[in-house]
T-cell receptor, first 112, second 108 residues
Framework: SAVISQKPSRDICQRGTSLTIQCQVD?????MFWYRQQPGQSLTLIAT?????????ESGFVIDKFPISRPNLTFSTLTVSNMSPEDSSIYLC?????????FGEGSRLTVL | AQRVTQPEKLLSVFKGAPVELKCNYS??????LFWYVQYSRQRLQLLLR??SRESIKGFTADLNKGETSFHLKKPFAQEEDSAMYYC??????????FGEGTQLTVNP
């Protein structure tokens, strides 16, 4: 299995500000994934983060809005920039191990 | 483009009754399909994957390529099965496309 810790677990943010979410894994992994779950909707992949290279973003997501860092094999951050109420979501970090995806508990952001 | 459809947002059954959560997919490649479950106040976790052909907590799911379906079944539902269930399709690079989820409620 994999133990994934995300911080913050929740936050209330003001429109126009930015927030960085941290994801820590208990052991080294090659790929880390960031998902978004908007209220009442399913999970949508934002980007894949590999250590030592730029993140790969899915259609509809751009680096300027969701910059990602991956400084080592156990840690990643996702920043939600210039937030608007539409960014109110749960953001989840996940990693793959032995063909299975493991998820963090998520970071619930509310943008006022 | 790949797509996963779960036609029922809500499903309610009584304890001991059979339950089937529907999942259909569209994908041009060879599909790898999963069911994930999220119990109340817990994180999302893998329930089962089609390549394992295993039964987990009494649940089974068979991949039907002709009908492009991967329905989740259990012959006798239990109250502790109440949860949110997501069907997911794995494409290149271990990326998952999720369905919209089905909230299962098992009533006593």
């Amino acid at each position: 299995s994999a133990v994934i810790s995300q911080k913050p677990s929740r936050d209330i943010c003001q429109r126009g500000t930015s927030l960085t979410i941290q994801c820590q894994v208990d052991s080294q992994v090659t790929m880390m994934f960031w998902y978004r779950q908007q209220p009442g909707q399913s999970l949508t992949l934002i980007a894949t983060a590999n250590q030592g290279s730029e993140a790969t973003y899915e259609s509809g997501f751009v680096i300027d809005k969701f910059p990602i860092s991956r400084p080592n094999l156990t840690f990643s951050t996702l920043t939600v920039s210039n937030m608007s109420p539409e960014d109110s979501s749960i953001y989840l970090c996940s990693v793959q191990r032995t063909g299975e995806l493991f998820f963090g508990e998520g970071s619930r952001l509310t943008v006022l | 483009a790949q797509r996963v459809t779960q036609p029922e947002k809500l499903l309610s059954v009584f304890k001991g009754a059979p339950v089937e959560l529907k999942c259909n997919y569209s994908y041009s490649g060879s599909p790898e399909l999963f069911w994930y479950v999220q119990y109340s106040r817990q994180r999302l976790q893998l329930l089962l994957r089609h390549i394992s052909r295993e039964s987990i907590k009494g649940f089974t799911a068979d991949l039907n390529k002709g009908e492009t379906s991967f329905h989740l079944k259990k012959p006798f539902a239990q109250e502790e099965d109440s949860a949110m269930y997501y069907c997911a399709l794995q494409t290149s690079g271990s990326r998952l496309t999720f369905g919209e989820g089905t909230q299962l409620t098992v009533n006593p």
